[in-house]
């Protein structure tokens, strides 16, 4: 009876970790683009899925997390950023019950760009895109996407 009362719950634990979702609404595609001899824009564009969004770059204090643009001080070098990380179209603004305040976000897609430029002859620009999304009132725990540049001027 134990054996059999053993092997039902390993297969219950087994079947329930098969039917878990890591949920990634969210798609990245960041590339570089040369502006001109030593300034580039770093180009991120996001996918969204249906019925999901994701949030602007400036959002007020006690809300969710606002998307990012980070730079991997210890892997980066000969790099300086210039202006601000920023949406190329305008945010949608909605009240967010969830967060009892106005919030800034995204549908479908979004597009964001980061100029930087190069202080040396060669540079490496490593960083990470961090972000938030929601569907309703579930939103997925803040994620990263992942880039790195090898740029020169």
Known sequence: MKKILVIMVLFAAFTTGLTAQVLKPVKWQITQKK???????IICKATVDGGWHLYDTKLPEGGPLPTTFNMDEDETSGIELVGEFKA????????SEAFDMDLKYF????????????TSAKAKLVGYVEYMSCSGGQCTPPAEADFSFDLTK
Do not use: C, M, P, W
């Open 35 to 41: 502006v001109s001899d030593g300034v580039y824009d």
């Open 88 to 95: 190329t179209e305008k945010a949608l603004t909605e009240h």
């Open 107 to 118: 549908i479908n897609a979004a597009t964001f760009v980061q100029r930087v430029k190069v």
